[in-house]
């Protein structure tokens, strides 16, 4: 592959909702610029960007692929993504890296859910962008519909640069609103406008170029005195529009087939931003913020936006290069992690393909492999220029599992493994819950994880099982209760004695307050120290329901010692058993956690959702609508949210998102708390049978 200098360069990322053409898209742009010899199927598993196994086998892009298209000249990195809302991280970290975005929009289905969050995306990193009406060939194909159905959404004005010459059957090719062409198949070839379409595609044209009039002073002067603009003129004019997001181009065609990818291709060249062109990055140096200019001659500076680990290759990492220069043979400074790297060799990547290069100029995107520390969002820089690159917002995980190993070999490895995963994909995360004892491991919905714990198997060789997680519920008491426990041990010889009284009470300020209150030497203080362990054992146990216990005040107040048989474990042990009685005559109560829920919906949606809400035992909070979308706050006990993230989509059609966060605990009820004590008793029998 030929070196590309930075004004030759687009990097572009193709989004939409699942199935609208974006993996065919970029597999017949490779084909009709010469790189492979035929255009692959995603149901035959052989399409270049979707290459690993899990994507052959659900027939559906799971990560962002790079595939660079060399054409005219110029290099354009596509970055194919995910269509399906689970995998939203991976589009975030495409558009982070992109300097313009293709929307691919199905031409019978219109703008789907899937497309609608990619945009919003768009919309929030101020992305120039195209939108595509494609699969123009299909069965109720309907241009102006699909059309019609982005502007409906789309806050910035969407403006036809080409019409569908024919619909359905009939199809045959596009008509270029600027050279005034109608162009067949892949658009090599342009021939005039058909006579039905002329007046249809005049009207066009007129609303075309008064668009591109706005992209300047002097056009618009000039097309308010002649009432007409040149090519050149329209797309200087476009290229300017498009560019500051004044409004965006619509494109049409059967890009799986390449019918229209000439025209296309022509216009991500001619209208889309080179990285030159886009603003000055922000970076953070040391203290204070730097401008990153695009530029050769510019301090080192890669954002590395994905790494992924490979059984054969080992760990493979994927930069951007948003200043200088980056040379195979070299080493680098990790900012993030204050480390030295060496720079193996730099490769282009195309799908599961790499190919040698030398160097990468300025706004380039590449891949390095066998990085030993770096991870997705770190900086590479020069060690006496520190840089680091900001990260995008991602969305907080919400869909959780409890993971287990499978054997005795995978237990070992697990938490490495789970690392590398987060690592990769900055929408998952894990932790272990000190409450329930389980690994928990977090992530956009259920798809999400199960990719997850397939990829933990064919790449790291760990087996992992899931279950739904725990909820960590709390034992409290809810009055004051005092008890008395004698252990006495004879067993031959020196035994064991220690006595011990104390009284429990509520402490709704601490998870445990514990207090020496024995007057008289009834017992040394010496043993407090044995008692409190015998005690703070039993909370975390628990003794309703297998709970840790919080919330308790205890005080020691009485208790015999023997001047041979006391001891430490003794007086543990009575401690222990103290506490036990004390509590069980305290009221014990279950506490579960309450969570602050914040649901956004679209407005339509809005009471079926308050009348789920109604079912999950929660307490609507407030409530608020504005631009169609309507906020919905409440607060809800955890163990009704576990599974929230696939119902929520299910009623609200993929369009619903939320977010929670712990805000109090309270008083399971009485008939739920009975429901919780029976399953623990259970659990406890079938232990004990084993």
């Not at 196994?53 to 990195?77: A, F, G, M, Q």
Request: aromatic share 6%; net charge negative; charged share 25%.
């Amino acid at each position: 592959m030929k070196e590309y200098t930075t004004e030759s360069i687009r990097n572009i990322a193709l989004v939409s909702h699942s199935g609208a053409g974006k993996t065919m898209f970029a597999e017949a742009s490779l084909n009709f610029s010469g790189a492979t010899t035929r255009i692959g199927k995603i149901e035959d598993g052989t399409t270049v960007s979707d290459f690993e196994d899990e994507e052959i086998r659900r027939k559906i892009s799971l990560s962002t692929s790079v595939v660079p298209v060399e054409y005219k000249d110029h290099k354009i990195n596509l970055l194919d993504t995910p269509g399906y809302t689970d995998f939203i991280g991976e589009v975030i970290s495409a558009l982070r890296v992109a300097d313009g975005v293709v929307v691919l929009v199905d031409s019978v289905a219109g703008l789907e859910v899937g497309t609608e969050i990619a945009w919003a995306n768009c919309d929030l990193m101020k992305l120039p962008r195209f939108v595509v009406i494609n699969k123009m060939e299909r069965d109720n194909a309907n241009f102006q519909k699909a059309l019609a159905s982005v502007q409906e959404f789309s806050s910035t004005r969407v403006i036809p640069v080409q019409l569908p010459w024919g619909e359905k059957s009939e199809f045959q090719g596009v008509i270029d609103l600027i050279t005034m062409k109608a162009y067949k198949g892949d658009g090599k070839t342009a021939v005039e406008i058909p006579a039905e379409m002329k007046s249809e595609t005049e009207e066009a044209r007129m609303v075309l170029v008064e668009a591109a009039a706005e992209g300047a002073d002097e056009l618009l002067e000039k097309y308010l005195d002649s009432g007409e603009l040149s090519d050149d003129e329209i797309i200087s004019g476009l290229r300017s529009m498009v560019r500051t997001c004044g409004f965006i181009p619509a494109f049409t065609g059967s890009l799986g087939v390449g019918t229209g990818i000439a025209l296309l291709l022509d216009s991500i060249i001619n209208f889309m931003p080179s990285p030159t062109d886009i603003p000055a990055v922000m970076a953070q140096n040391k203290d204070k913020d730097e401008e990153l200019k695009a530029s050769d001659a510019g301090p080192l500076a890669a954002y590395i936006w994905k790494t992924t680990a490979d059984p054969f290759v080992g760990k493979q990492t994927f930069f951007r290069l948003y200043s200088g220069t980056l040379s195979s043979d070299s080493h680098v400074w990790n900012q993030n992690k204050g480390i030295d790297e060496r720079i193996g060799t730099l490769s282009v990547p195309r799908g599961k393909e790499t190919i040698a290069a030398k160097v990468f100029h300025c706004g380039d995107i590449g891949v390095v492999p066998k990085l030993t520390e770096t991870s997705t969002g770190n900086t590479l820089c020069d060690k006496n220029h520190p840089i680091t690159l900001p990260l995008p917002a991602y969305p907080k995980a919400l869909y959780q599992v409890a993971v287990f190993p499978k054997t005795q070999a995978d237990s070992t490895k697990i938490s490495p493994t789970l690392t590398r995963l987060c690592e990769e994909d900055l929408t998952l995360s894990w932790h272990n819950d000190s409450t329930t004892l389980q690994t928990i491991l977090q992530g956009m919905g259920d798809q999400h994880i199960d990719v997850a714990i397939r990829r933990a198997t064919s790449k790291f060789q760990v087996n992992l099982v899931t279950s739904e997680p725990k909820v960590p519920y709390k034992e409290a008491c809810n009055k004051k209760a005092e008890a008395t426990y004698r252990h006495k041990k004879q067993t031959g010889g020196s035994g064991q004695f220690g006595e011990v009284s104390l009284r429990i009470e509520p402490c709704p300020d601490k998870d445990f307050d514990f207090t020496w209150d024995v007057f008289g030497g009834a017992v040394s203080q010496s043993y407090s120290s044995s008692i409190q362990k015998g005690i703070l054992s039993v909370m975390k146990e628990g003794i309703l329901a297998g709970y840790p216990v919080s919330g308790v005040r205890v005080s020691v107040f009485d208790g015999k010692e023997h001047p041979v048989d006391s001891k430490p474990i003794a007086f543990e042990i009575a401690g222990r058993e103290a506490f036990k009685q004390a509590f069980k005559e305290a009221n014990p109560v279950l506490q579960e956690p309450i969570m602050n829920a914040k649901i956004v919906v679209p407005e339509a949606n809005m009471g079926d959702v308050i009348g789920d809400l109604n079912t999950r035992r929660a307490r609507v909070m407030g409530m608020d609508t504005e631009g169609g979308k309507s906020t919905v706050s409440a607060h809800v006990p955890l163990v009704e949210m576990l599974r929230y993230t696939t119902q929520l989509r299910s009623m609200t059609g993929g369009r619903g998102i939320f977010d929670m966060e712990l805000d109090h605990y309270e008083v399971v009820p009485a008939q739920i708390t009975a429901e919780i004590v029976a399953a623990r008793q259970k659990e406890l029998a079938a232990k004990k049978e084993e």
